[in-house]
């Protein structure tokens, strides 16, 4: 049965929890339920592996809900002379779209032209992002007269505007991709566990064995054996690899800033793409489930903070550039959101870390004398070719079955709710709503609230559907990730969180956390003073 048609498994804490036996010896254990880790449980157990994934907190909790939200080839890493990595981030890009459409669809970007060579430059270097896409390609790159980018771009400045080009690539909802391969992998066979914390790495015969985990809501331990450990935490690996004997950092953080605000500020769904701001970063204004996501910034940060804040200069940077480019200028008061995302860039030798801008986005896969597998870097869009690259070598090091080495398994695997159905998927940049579940839009709409809204966007259904079938347990889980509410306005995720307690109180009978969310939502409201 496919995953979009079969009912629902259960992620009921208990049940997962009772699966794991401290006998059984597992092919694979990640450690890590961001898009990395979760990407590799679900390429392993397609592939027939006993598989076992454990995250600390919740899946996606750090950088890979923190996203951009944009499924992109890398428009500036063409700039940098990068042609292989755009021309596998475009290949991805396009098998991603394909296997879910319900949560990653096409978006058209305009780049406004100020000057006379602006649109014929850029317009050239998009022209050949076309050809490097090939088959893969979403739409051809159009150059726009003066009125057409005001056509595509309404608030966009007017003045000394000549011009324009439109370009397309992708746009997703993160967390909700992440709660798919999470969900698609448990229907292959995978055993999935977030809130599991990784306290120690255990070894036989001076070769790691399994891991030592502690529940982080009971306290609980246990202990779990497998043949070959991958430690995906993203910027957190060089914790695991100091246990491991391995001091010498592997990544240099480097932090994005995201803000959010009303769609007036860039009505309709095209995106707005600055690809050289006053100081050499890319500005995007991106329509994103009926609000626009301004940033991002690429600040190098010497601490792995759970919850990082953004910087003031930051702020002030996005908040400036973005009134360079908008006729209505957005002010402090104006934004509903704000998050920071912490970057896993691999850190070169004897390099200072000072430059992140410089560090490579592409990911590497290292496995040490003892045989843990460290992954780290890359970014959402190859999360699969990321997960293929590891498998293989883990087969390569003998640490799996040689049939590990093989790809493809994946390429074309639709994920839960990614039933084809002849209707056009509505964009992301439109809202919230029950288009997000896909195929499984049913099976919500079936539960005890379904006609109970809590907040635009978000009902009771919702909420019982998170418990029973997408792993959430805390008030931040449903809040910040099943549904995006804290992304998009911070105080209204605060307004209805004692609702959403209550019923997560019901549904699973362990404590939501309210006091804790209720804390996280005001670290998402920029200060006003």
């Given at each position: 049965m496919s995953p979009s048609k079969a009912l629902p498994l259960t992620t009921r804490r208990e049940a997962?929890?009772?699966?794991?036996?401290p006998h059984t010896v597992y092919d694979l254990a990640i450690v890590g339920g961001g898009a990395t880790g979760l990407g590799v449980a679900l390429d392993a157990a397609a592939r027939g592996l006993k598989v076992v994934l454990v995250e600390a907190h919740d899946f996606a909790k750090g950088t890979s809900s923190r996203s951009t939200k944009l499924v992109h080839g890398g428009v500036r890493y063409l700039a940098q002379g990068n042609i292989a990595l755009v021309r596998e981030a475009l290949h991805e890009r396009s098998t991603?779209?394909?296997?879910a459409p319900h949560i990653a669809q096409p978006l058209p970007f305009v780049v406004p032209a100020y000057t006379w060579w602006a649109r014929a430059f850029y317009g050239l270097g998009l022209k050949i992002y076309d050809a490097l896409a090939g088959a893969s390609g979403l739409g051809k790159t159009q150059f726009l007269s003066r009125a057409a980018t005001l056509a595509g771009l309404p608030t966009v400045q007017p003045d000394h505007l000549r011009g324009g080009v439109r370009y397309w690539d992708g746009q997703f909802n993160d967390a909700k991709l992440a709660l798919a391969l999470a969900r698609s992998a448990a229907l292959q066979g995978a055993l999935l566990i977030n809130y599991l914390k990784t306290t120690?790495?255990?070894?036989?015969?001076?070769?790691?064995?399994?891991?030592?985990?502690?529940?982080?809501?009971?306290?609980?331990?246990?202990?779990?054996?497998?043949?070959?450990?991958?430690?995906?935490?993203?910027?957190?690996?060089?914790?695991?690899?100091?246990?491991?004997?391995?001091?010498?950092?592997?990544?240099?953080?480097?932090?994005?800033?995201?803000m959010v605000v009303d769609?007036?500020?860039?009505?309709?769904?095209?995106?707005?793409?600055?690809?050289?701001?006053?100081?050499?970063?890319?500005?995007?204004?991106?329509?994103?489930?009926?609000?626009?996501?301004?940033?991002?910034?690429?600040?190098?940060?010497?601490?792995?903070?759970?919850?990082?804040?953004?910087?003031?200069?930051?702020?002030?940077?996005?908040?400036?550039?973005?009134?360079?480019?908008?006729?209505?200028?957005?002010?402090?008061?104006?934004?509903k959101s704000i998050w920071v995302g912490l970057r896993p860039l691999v850190k070169p030798p004897q390099n200072d870390g000072e430059n992140t801008k410089r560090l490579s986005r592409e990911h590497t896969v290292l496995v040490s004398g003892s045989g843990l597998v460290t992954v780290t870097g890359g970014k959402w869009t190859t999360y699969r070719a990321?997960?293929?690259?590891?498998?293989?070598?883990?087969?390569?090091?003998?640490?799996?079955?040689?049939?590990?080495?093989?790809?493809?398994?994946?390429?074309?695997?639709?994920?839960?709710?990614?039933?084809?159905?002849?209707?056009?998927?509505?964009?992301?940049?439109?809202?919230?709503g029950w288009h997000s579940y896909g195929a499984e839009q049913t099976w919500v709409q079936a539960l005890p609230g379904q006609d109970v809204w809590l907040c635009e966007g978000l009902s009771e259904a919702m909420v019982r559907f998170a418990a029973r079938h997408e792993y959430a347990v805390q008030v931040e889980d449903v809040?910040?990730?099943?549904?995006?509410?804290?992304?998009?306005?911070?105080?209204?995720?605060?307004?209805?969180?004692?609702?959403?307690?209550?019923?997560?109180?019901?549904?699973?009978?362990?404590?939501?956390?309210l006091d804790s969310f209720l804390q996280l939502a005001r670290h998402y409201q920029l200060p006003l003073d």
């Open positions: 997962l929890l009772a699966k794991l036996d991603l779209l394909k296997n120690r790495l255990l070894y036989a015969d001076g070769k790691v064995s399994g891991l030592h985990c502690e529940d982080s809501l009971t306290g609980q331990t246990y202990a779990i054996q497998a043949r070959c450990v991958v430690n995906a935490t993203g910027v957190w690996v060089d914790a695991l690899r100091e246990q491991d004997g391995s001091p010498e950092p592997l990544v240099a953080p480097s932090q994005g800033v995201h769609a007036h500020f860039l009505p309709g769904h095209t995106a707005l793409m600055i690809p050289k701001t006053s100081d050499g970063r890319v500005l995007f204004a991106v329509p994103w489930l009926g609000k626009v996501i301004l940033g991002t910034t690429d600040t190098p940060r010497h601490d792995l903070a759970a919850e990082p804040l953004a910087f003031d200069e930051e702020i002030d940077f996005i908040l400036r550039e973005a009134a360079r480019y908008l006729r209505i200028a957005p002010q402090r008061s104006d934004v990321m997960a293929e690259d590891v498998l293989h070598k883990c087969a390569e090091s003998g640490l799996l079955p040689a049939h590990a080495r093989k790809t493809g398994h994946t390429d074309q695997l639709p994920l839960v709710g990614a039933e084809p159905t002849a209707q056009t998927p509505k964009p992301l940049c439109a809202g919230e809040l910040a990730r099943r549904s995006r509410l804290l992304f998009l306005d911070a105080r209204l995720a605060a307004k209805c969180a004692p609702r959403v307690a209550q019923i997560l109180q019901e549904e699973t009978g362990l404590d939501p956390s």
